[in-house]
């Protein structure tokens, strides 16, 4: 289901991380839903790896170049203080060991809330040990992935 394959850039011990990363979050992924990846990676292998159990998703990230194949779209975006997507358009968010690598970790949480429907779910897995919740919002701690939950749920 998951690709783990590694590229010459990624640290010796990246896929296995990554599978953990995975295994974390994907429980909390709506069957159905629109779900949106932020720093999807350059092959949004998240993504693709989930595409079965969505409706449909979108990728953003710096790095990756745009295509659209099926119910998946990847864009190329420069995240700053804003995320140039619809209010109230998806269904999950998913974070996985990025917000440590945003410049702007406030801003885009709060765009992320914007962008969530009301109810849904962002999934934040990161390595920081002894990390907290960004956002103020209640949230349950898995690992160090938090799942929080915007109003309306």
Excluded: W
Excluded at 6 to 20: F, G
Excluded at 78 to 90: P, Q, R, W
């Amino acid at each position: 289901m998951f690709d783990n394959s590694t590229s010459n850039k990624e640290p010796l011990l990246e896929p296995l991380l990554y599978k953990l990363r995975v295994r974390k979050v994907v429980g909390n992924i709506p069957r159905g839903g629109k779900v949106c990846d932020i720093c999807c990676d350059a092959n949004g292998r998240f993504l693709f790896g989930i595409k079965d159990i969505i409706g449909e998703g979108v990728g953003i990230d710096k790095d990756v170049k745009a295509l659209s194949d099926g119910n998946i779209s990847l864009r190329r975006v420069e995240l700053e203080k804003t995320i140039e997507l619809k209010s109230e358009s998806f269904d999950c968010i998913t974070l996985l060991a990025a917000i440590e690598h945003l410049s702007y970790q406030q801003e885009i949480i709060r765009e992320c809330f914007r962008i969530l429907k009301p109810g849904g779910d962002i999934a934040d897995h990161h390595s920081l040990a002894g990390s907290q919740k960004s956002s103020g919002v209640p949230c349950f701690q898995i690992g160090h992935c938090f799942v929080e939950r915007s109003e309306g749920a």
